[in-house]
């Protein structure tokens, strides 16, 4: 699409859409795109049925039939007048993603490899919560690799019921396909930014995800730390946020869905006045100050420390909850106990948890993981002065399905190509 700038004065008289448009990351003033169907609200079903004369029930049932039985197909849609059926098809209801690999890991992790209708390939994990004797034998680790996890009790007599007997499953999800923060530690950072993906996209590897499921599964937690940044996407999030939480559809509690990410403080504000603090936030911090913090991840260099602290002070938190503080331990960089010390002081009286994640490697980068007694020194150090804080455990290794490090995992960065580090983000992982 053509990059279109505006100068001020024409911003001024621009429609109202493309004025909220110059908060976005890209700097590019773009028109509204329209909303695929799978992406509509049951409202917006309504206004687009209404003035072909179809009953407002009709958009309960669609919505019904996309997000509640996952059926995009309207050939499908047994309950829907052959007429409106053929009116969709022909408007683009239908699949906008398929999988192309599943790769089940020893402990029960599902990597899905989706493919897009351009071509291009993200991933998405299906994380059953880990069950059973031993589970729990080493406290210090963290047994759920749910960043979502939280105390059980906060859940109404319904939920508990509907989850009863069941393994509650944590789904993580991409945003983009690749990512334009260019984190030194993250197969997608080096990679760099391919495109959003759309919202339709998005709720996609939850409809795919789920359809996976063994029976005695049921989804309970989505966490928003596959590829990408899900705040430098903030439209695409927010309304797969409202479609993932709509009681009509897939309905999860919003407590149980959580974004990540590396600090894009204005968009943490405006997560929090949207969803009214409901969605839980994971803050990828990764360090104390801004110069190893900006060494790390160069958002920081926008952002300092500072100003995503205050950020995460403003959030409008609900009662209870807490902000997930993840801490990617990067050998010789990050991971001394006088950092620990660092952190926890910059923390103090702050309500978080703490995930530590020793560094998965990648192939685009000679940094790696500490050694586990580096590790437990951290966590020791943290501990000690008073934080909950958890080794994230990797899970699903053999498949390479550890959250955060998706399809490019074996991705080779190019030279050329998509931007400046530029790698083909739509390559397959071996
Ligand atoms: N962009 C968002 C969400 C996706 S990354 C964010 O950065 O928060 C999800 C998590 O995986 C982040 O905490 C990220 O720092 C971490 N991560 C990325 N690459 C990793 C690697 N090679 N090893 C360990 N953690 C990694
Ligand atoms: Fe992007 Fe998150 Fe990777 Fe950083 S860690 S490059 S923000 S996906």
Known sequence: ????????????????????????????????????????????????LAPRGERAFAAKQIFNWIHRHGVVDPA???????????????????????IVHVHRSADGTRKLVVRLKDGA?????????????????????????AAAEEDEDDD????????????????CISTQVGCAMGCVFCASGVAGWKRHLGPEEIVAQILLGRALLDEDEALRNVVFMGMGEPLHNYDGTARALRLLTHP??????????????????????????????????????????????????PINKKYPIAELL????????????????????????????????????????????????????????????PDMARVFAFQQALVGAGYSCFIRR???????????QLVLLGAKPKVKGFGAKGADATQSPK
């Open 121 to 145: 390939t993200i991933e998405t994990v299906l994380l059953p919560a880990v069950s059973g004797p031993g589970a729990r034998q080493e406290s210090e680790i963290d047994a759920d690799a």
């Open 248 to 297: 009509d559809g897939i309905a999860l509690s919003t407590r149980r869905v959580t974004v990540s990410t590396s600090g894009l403080v204005p968009e943490i504000a405006r997560l929090g006045r949207d969803f009214n603090g409901q969605i839980a936030l994971a803050i990828s911090l990764h360090a104390a100050d801004d110069e190893s913090r900006s060494a790390l991840m």
């Open 310 to 369: 205050a950020a995460l002070k403003a959030y409008p938190m609900q009662r209870r909850r807490r902000i997930t503080i993840e801490y990617t331990l990067v050998s010789g960089k990050n991971d001394d106990v006088a950092e620990a010390n660092k952190l926890a002081r910059l923390l103090r009286g702050m309500p978080v948890k703490i995930n530590l994640i020793p560094m998965n490697p990648i192939e685009a980068s000679t940094l790696g993981p």
């Open 1 to 48: 699409m053509r990059k279109v700038t505006l100068s001020s004065r024409q911003l001024l008289f621009a429609p109202l859409p493309l004025r909220l448009a110059r908060t976005n990351h890209d700097a590019i003033v773009k028109p509204a795109a329209p909303v695929h169907p799978i992406a509509r609200l049951p409202e917006e079903w309504r206004d687009a």
């Open 76 to 98: 499908a849609m047994t309950n829907v007048s052959a007429r409106l059926r053929a009116a969709l098809a022909e408007e683009g209801l239908g699949s906008v993603a398929e």
């Open 156 to 171: 109404d007599a319904a939920t508990e019921e509907a989850f009863r007997g069941k393994t509650r499953v944590t789904q």
């Open 394 to 404: 990797q899970r699903g290794d053999d498949v390479s399905a550890a959250c955060g």
